[in-house]
């Protein structure tokens, strides 16, 4: 599952925060990224289709990333996406948000290239269990 | 050495991006203290400091990740409605937003920020618990300041480590036990930390004034930069030395670029286009069909290049309204200071202009701005007896008119009073009893750009120190620009700064002595005149003129240069310049020429800025006329006599 070739979406206001994503995630290996500033503007090059997974931040004007991911949720084409939510905040109550909402995986900033690739581990792990 | 060593370019785009976003935060605060339950504002203040946390992080900038997470905190109730902002908060949490400025400081030195004062922390944290209230804490506090704030430490210390510090990223959450206690069956697992970080000890303390700063302390904090400009004229040419020394990135809109790049690739296309013709030509084919595509070819380039020339200047060019950001909160804080109530408004912040001269119009506009919250605006006492409302409105705009960007700092102050002005500046000895007589009210007026003129009888620490105007004006000139004031007693005073597109391109005046062209900038130059012997007078055996009742002294460029006078001269440059006008005195004069600077790096004639080619091929100097005149003031004025040595028959 995990392809070198993947297509990846950062989804995040702060162009420098997606430029620390974009670079992990060269760490990793994967170098097809596309970016997108908000929910919105994620959701619909989303519609585009042609994206293998989403890392998206929380808190974004327009479109916050919980709202990113219940759109992606319900959307027949992107429901089975994988998401990935970046947030600052190890709170319980937005973890829980983010797994009601059926975020495939939860990391906190910051983070390293080893994190990441743990937590896409993970994702990837468990999507080949179910598929 | 820098603490950031790999993460240079990272950090850099965060202090651009942050730095921006602080501005952006600023301005909000100045806005939500005149509406203080707008829950969008407080939502938008909110994010900024919760994105510049997220980025701090990944730079290991521990310190700024915790006062942003307090103030985020503060932010989180109030826009939740569990806290109302109080005066005391909103004084804390701009300290807080000056503090976070100071450590983006450190960072653009290089360093990690220092922990941020404890004092601003330990008021944070009483916000956030709602203990922040002036007066009712005091009494409640009988334990002293050093034993209440180590205690409020150690009850965080629990809290903050879980939120922040995960340099590795173990953030110690079993997800997937979360996940499936979320949407299954089990209950939650111990794995999950009870992190409650809103539940911050609160230390009382009684509360301290935060306003004790002094104004140079307020501007210094807000700009971050260069605490001083020493006043000296350094030519027209003198940004590429400042330029050098600074940051020298710039953020680009992609489309742009593009621009850019499909011109010069249709420019390439035109050019093979040429060399083809060219065969054709020195093979012998000079038929109309060859020469008319010659023609069309050559004014496809003109016009090619000039759109080239067009979408490279735009690629330097930014809105201003990154600069105008930062005033909001500098002329609150002026404003406060000083107990008066001023709101700067802004407009045309859209308005775009060379990256170069943003940096250099950033302490110009603040002296103009805290010279018109200090000595513009009326105390509020003065206001009321006016019959004025008690709130004064400094305004703020940008425009492009043609091809110049017009800036206006208007208040609707008391105005300028020019008896007054002439008196102050004959009485500290910059004018003669002579020229205080003859001066009409806008000359009057620009008496405040002399250096060591100060105008505010009581010198406050805020402007007055007669160190401001003076650096204003050459600031403004070095930028090749002018600034003019407008006055009406107690309406109010407006500063307008006009500043060419570019600095690039130099519009310049060619004169000639002889057959020798020179060119001088044109924002210097006010008129040409002829000059003509019954105008001349002898004043203290110097040449003068009287130009509609301001006797100017006329120096001739030959003088000047120390060249022998072989021509009379027959017309006289009107120049114009901070510290003095004066006719230069020149054979001839050729037109106005858009002129391409080219700086002369390793030989630098006294007196000359640079150099450029005019349209014909010829090379021109081009002369930094205030290095010219300083090096030969004295015998660049010329008497009477010699300046009209063969019209002496004529005059007499």
């Not at chain 2, 003129?545 to 017309?571: C, D, F, K, N």
Request: with cysteine.
């Amino acid at each position: 599952m995990s392809d070198p070739k993947m297509k990846f979406l950062v989804v995040d206001d702060f162009s420098t925060m997606r430029r620390i994503v974009r670079n992990l995630l060269k760490e990793l290996g994967y170098t097809n990224v596309d970016e997108a500033e908000d929910g919105a503007v994620a959701l619909q090059k989303l519609q585009g289709g042609g994206f293998d997974f989403v890392v998206t931040d929380w808190n974004m004007p327009n479109m916050t990333g919980i709202e990113l991911l219940q759109a992606i949720r319900a959307s027949s084409a992107l429901k089975d996406l994988p998401v990935l939510m970046i947030t600052a905040e190890a709170k319980k109550e937005n973890i829980i948000m983010a797994a009601q909402a059926g975020a495939s995986g939860y990391i906190v900033k910051p983070f390293t290239a080893a994190t990441l690739s743990e937590k896409m581990g993970k994702i990837f792990e468990k999507m080949g269990k179910a598929g | 050495m820098s603490d950031f060593a790999g993460m240079e370019d990272l950090l850099q785009d965060f202090l651009i991006e942050a730095g921006d976003l602080l501005s952006g935060v600023d301005n909000k605060l100045v806005d939500l203290e005149r509406t203080p339950n707008d829950t969008g504002l407080l939502n938008e203040i909110f994010r900024g400091f919760h994105t510049i946390k997220g980025g701090a992080g990944f730079l290991n900038a521990t310190e700024l990740v915790t006062l942003c997470h307090l103030t985020e905190n503060l932010f989180d109730k109030l826009r939740n409605a569990e806290l109302a902002i109080t005066p005391d908060a909103m004084d804390v949490i701009l300290a807080a937003t000056g503090a976070v400025r100071d450590m983006f400081n450190e960072l653009e030195r290089g360093q990690q920020p220092s922990a941020a004062d404890p004092h601003l922390i330990s008021q944070l944290k009483l916000a956030i618990a709602g203990n922040l209230v002036g007066g009712a804490s005091k009494p409640a506090a009988p334990a002293p300041v050093p034993a209440a704030a180590p205690k409020a430490e150690t009850a965080l210390v629990p809290v903050a480590p879980v939120v922040v510090h995960h340099p590795v990223g173990d953030d110690g959450i079993d997800w997937y036990a979360l996940y499936e206690a979320v949407t299954g069956v089990s209950p939650a697992s111990a794995g999950v930390p009870a992190a409650a970080p809103a539940a911050v000890v609160a230390a009382v303390e009684p509360s301290h004034d935060l306003d004790g700063k002094s104004a140079d302390d307020i501007i210094k904090a807000a700009i971050g930069r260069r605490a001083s400009d020493k006043p000296g004229y350094s030519g027209p040419t003198g940004r590429r030395e400042v330029e050098r020394t600074r940051d020298n990135s710039i953020r680009v809109d992609t489309s742009r670029l593009d621009q850019v790049l499909n011109l010069s690739g249709e420019i390439g296309l035109t050019k093979n286009r040429l060399n083809a013709l060219r065969s054709d030509i020195l093979n012998g084919r000079s038929d109309s069909e060859t020469l008319h595509a010659l023609d069309v070819a050559v004014s496809q380039l003109d016009l090619l290049v000039s759109d080239l020339q067009n979408a490279v200047m735009k690629t330097r060019m930014q809105p201003i309204g990154r600069l105008f950001q930062k005033y909001p909160r500098i002329a609150r804080d002026l404003a406060r200071s000083l107990g008066k109530d001023v709101e700067l408004m802004l407009s045309g912040e859209e308005t775009e202009i060379d990256k170069t001269m943003i940096e250099d119009l950033s302490d110009p506009i603040i002296h103009l701005i805290r010279n018109a919250v200090d000595h513009g605006v009326e105390p509020t006492h003065e206001r009321l007896a006016a019959g004025k409302s008690d709130k004064s409105v400094v305004r703020l705009e940008a425009r492009q008119e043609g091809d110049h960007i017009v800036i206006i700092v208007a208040d609707d102050g008391r105005g300028m009073n020019a008896e007054r002005l002439r008196a102050k500046a004959l009485e500290k000895g910059l004018i003669t009893d002579e020229e205080a007589n003859t001066m009409d009210e806008r000359q009057s007026y620009n008496l405040i750009f002399l250096p060591g003129f100060s105008t505010a009888s009581a010198v406050s620490d805020v402007s007055g120190r007669g160190v401001g105007m003076d650096v204003v004006k050459t600031n403004i000139q070095k930028l090749n620009g002018t600034i003019d004031i407008r006055s009406t007693q107690g309406k109010g005073t407006t500063f307008i700064i006009s500043l060419p597109l570019t600095l690039a391109i130099l519009p310049v005046l060619v004169v000639r002595l002889a057959e020798q062209p020179f060119a001088v900038p044109l924002s210097m130059v006010r008129e040409i005149l002829p000059i003509e012997a019954q105008h001349v007078q002898e004043v203290g055996g110097r040449a003068t003129m009287v130009v509609r009742g301001e006797v100017l002294p006329i120096y001739t460029l030959s003088g000047l240069l120390g060249w022998p006078q072989e021509h009379v001269a027959e017309y006289g440059v009107l120049m114009q310049t901070a510290e003095r006008n004066y006719v230069l005195a020149i054979d001839s004069f050729a037109g106005r020429e858009d002129a391409v600077i080219k700086s002369l790096d390793a030989f630098r004639p006294k007196g000359v800025a640079g150099v450029t080619t005019l349209s014909n091929g010829q090379i021109v100097l081009i002369l930094d006329m205030k290095e010219l005149l300083g090096s030969s003031a004295d015998q660049g004025g010329t008497t009477r006599k010699a300046l009209l040595r063969d019209r002496m028959p004529v005059a007499a």
